[in-house]
C-alpha cells in the first residue's frame, strides 16, 4: 500500500540525531485545518522508530560540494549477499513552503552492477508537485514511474502512472486522496488500478489517521490487507512503535514493536524492535566526535529460522 515506488538509498538519515524544524506554511495556526501531507508519509513517524537492518561490513562516505550539491560513496560487503559498490549524487532545492526541508530535487544512484536509480523532484508552482522515477536492473528497464500531486489548504490529491506500456497494454494506476477532517483527522483513500492483456482488476483501500501532539494513530485497510501503526513519543529521549500487517494475498500477520532512544549526552541513538516472527534486533549509531563521523553496529536474529546477522557500519562525512 502507498506509493508503488521508493527510492532505494536513503539520504536523510546521514546525521542520526533530531532536529526540531520551523512550523511550515502547512502547518496551520491560525485555526484552521492544516494540510494532511501526502499519502505515503501515512506511516513514516512510526517506520523512522525501527531499526534497518544491517548486515556484513558498509563503509559511507558523505561530501558536500555545495549547499545545493552532495555525493556519496559506498562499499559494502557481504558474505550473505554480493558485495557492491554504489555512487549517489544529489541537487538540492530548498522550498520554504514545503514540510521537506531541502527536498532533494534530482538523486542518481548507479552501483557496481550496472544498475541505476534516477529519481527527480519538481515543484512545478507552489501547491504542484511533478516526481519521475526510473530504475534499471543492470541493462533492463524495472521501473519507470511519472507522479504528479496537489496540495490545497486542507486536502492532497494525487495521480501516479506507472510501468505504462504500449506494446504490452500494460498499465498502473495509483489515485491517492488525503483530506483533513479536523485538526488532528485525517481521512482519505487509494486506488491501484492495474491493465494487462491476460488480467486487469483494481484494489481500492480506505486510510485514516488521527494525531495528538505526543501519538499518532494510522489505519490503512481494503481488499489487499490491513496496515496499522501506533507512534508515541515518550519524551525527549524515547520513542516508540507499533506495527501491525495484514495481507489477504500471502495469508499471513505480522506485529512487531520497535523504539528509539536518543541520547544526546554521549552522541548515541539506538533503535531496537521484536515482531511476531521470532526477529529481535538492534541499531546503535555512535557519532565519533570531534570527527565527521558515524559509527553503526547492528544484529538480528530470527529464532524461528535459526540465523545471526551481524553488521558495522561506518559513516564519514
Excluded at 501531507?37 to 558536500?64: A, N, Y
Amino acid at each position: 500500500m502507498g506509493s508503488v515506488l521508493a527510492l532505494s538509498s536513503n539520504p536523510g538519515q546521514n546525521w542520526p540525531f533530531s532536529t526540531e524544524p520551523a512550523p511550515s506554511r502547512w502547518d496551520r495556526r491560525d485555526g484552521r485545518l492544516p494540510n494532511p501531507g501526502s499519502f505515503h508519509s501515512l506511516h513514516r513517524s512510526c517506520k523512522e522508530v525501527f531499526p534497518q537492518q544491517i548486515e556484513g561490513v558498509k563503509m559511507i562516505l558523505d561530501k558536500t560540494l555545495s549547499s545545493f550539491f552532495k555525493v556519496s560513496h559506498t562499499l559494502h560487503l557481504s558474505a550473505v549477499s554480493p558485495s557492491y559498490y554504489r555512487f549517489h549524487v544529489e541537487h538540492l532545492q530548498t522550498d520554504d513552503n514545503s514540510k521537506d526541508k531541502d527536498a532533494p530535487a534530482l538523486i542518481g544512484e548507479m552501483d557496481s552492477s550496472g544498475s541505476l536509480n534516477a529519481h527527480a523532484l519538481l515543484h512545478l508552482t507552489e501547491r504542484v508537485r511533478a516526481r519521475t522515477v526510473f530504475q534499471t536492473q543492470q541493462s533492463q528497464f524495472v521501473t519507470w514511474q511519472f507522479e504528479t500531486e496537489y496540495r490545497g489548504n486542507d486536502f492532497t490529491a494525487a495521480v501516479t502512472v506507472a510501468n505504462p506500456d504500449i506494446l504490452h497494454e500494460s498499465v498502473i494506476l495509483v489515485a491517492h486522496f488525503l483530506q483533513s477532517v479536523s485538526s488532528g483527522l485525517v481521512l482519505g483513500g487509494e486506488l491501484v488500478y492495474h491493465r494487462g492483456r491476460a488480467e486487469e482488476g483494481g484494489i481500492v483501500t480506505l486510510a485514516g489517521q488521527y494525531s495528538r501532539p505526543n501519538w499518532v494513530v494510522t489505519l490503512n485497510a481494503g481488499k489487499g490487507g490491513a496496515h496499522a501503526s501506533y507512534y508515541h513519543r515518550a519524551n525527549k529521549q524515547i520513542q516508540v512503535g507499533v506495527e501491525f500487517e495484514a495481507s489477504t494475498r500471502t495469508q499471513e500477520t505480522t506485529t512487531s514493536f520497535g523504539y528509539k532512544m536518543e541520547l544526546p549526552e554521549a552522541n548515541m541513538v539506538f533503535r531496537g524492535m521484536v515482531n511476531s516472527r521470532c526477529i529481535i534486533g538492534g541499531v546503535l549509531e555512535k557519532r565519533l566526535t570531534p570527527l565527521p563521523a558515524t559509527l553503526i553496529m547492528g544484529a538480528f536474529v530470527n529464532h524461528r529460522g535459526d540465523k545471526l546477522q551481524v553488521g558495522l557500519g561506518v559513516n564519514v562525512g
